[in-house]
């Protein structure tokens, strides 16, 4: 089986730029996570996608959209950039659960690191 | 919420010797708890994880956590440790929410 794999791995913007990240979930999970890792710091949630509908939100400005496509790939849209949000950016699938729980465990892609300049 | 405060940013072992990570929780509902592993330049992955029944958790590369109700504690230990061990740390939680608050990790340097 397939894993989560992110794209771009790395990318460097200038603050006011937009961009956007990707993610291909593992093969059967339904739901899609995004965290932000700063660096010395732990995953902060940003958002769940679970169903091409967002399921949950943490506390992230309106700035940080994304979407979820019916094969339950996931994209992160980050408008307005600034400084502070160069970070490693995460993406995780969960495994197919009829709703989500937090007993699922997490599968994690290696990261999209963005620096803002 | 589930929050989860990892003591220690850096843990540093001499190759052999005992590894103690430790995972405090605080919450009013029953937990979740994980231990995920990142080595550099890549993703997390799980470790091991807790949920319900047996309360000494066994995972991946030798490494087991104990849950404790009465301390909320949660700490990762192995017996024994390797130098492929050395990596960043991340103990997770879920409580009432099924989103996983992560620790700040803590990075395990071992010594040869």
């Known amino acids: 089986e397939t894993g989560v794999t992110q794209s771009p791995t790395h990318l460097i913007k200038t603050r006011g730029q937009q961009v956007t990240l990707r993610c291909s979930s593992q093969s059967g999970h339904n739901t899609v996570s995004w965290y932000q890792q700063a660096l010395g710091q732990g995953p902060q949630f940003i958002f769940q996608?679970?169903?091409?509908?967002?399921?949950g939100r943490g506390n992230f400005p309106p700035r940080f959209s994304g979407l979820q496509f019916p094969n339950y790939s996931s994209e992160l849209n980050v408008n307005a950039l600034e400084l502070d949000d160069s970070a490693l950016y995460l993406c995780?699938?969960?495994?197919?659960?009829?709703?989500?729980?937090?007993?699922?465990?997490?599968?994690f892609g290696a990261g999209s690191r963005l620096t803002v300049l | 919420a589930q929050s989860v405060t990892q003591l220690g940013s850096h843990v540093s072992v001499s190759e052999g010797a005992l590894v103690l990570l430790r995972c405090n929780y605080s919450s009013s509902v029953p937990p979740y708890l994980f231990w995920y592993v990142q080595y550099p330049n890549q993703g997390l992955q799980l470790l091991l994880k807790y949920t319900t029944g047996a309360t000494l958790v066994k995972g991946i590369n030798g490494f087991e956590a104990e849950f404790k109700k009465s301390e909320t504690s949660f700490h990762l230990t192995k017996p024994s440790a390797h130098m492929s061990d050395a990596a960043e740390y991340f103990c997770a939680g879920s409580g009432g929410s099924y989103i996983p608050t992560f620790g700040r990790g803590t990075s395990l340097i071992v010594h040869p």
């Open positions: 996608y679970y169903r091409e509908e967002e399921n």
């Open positions: 995780a699938s969960s495994t197919p659960a009829r709703v989500p729980s937090g007993a699922n465990v997490l599968t």
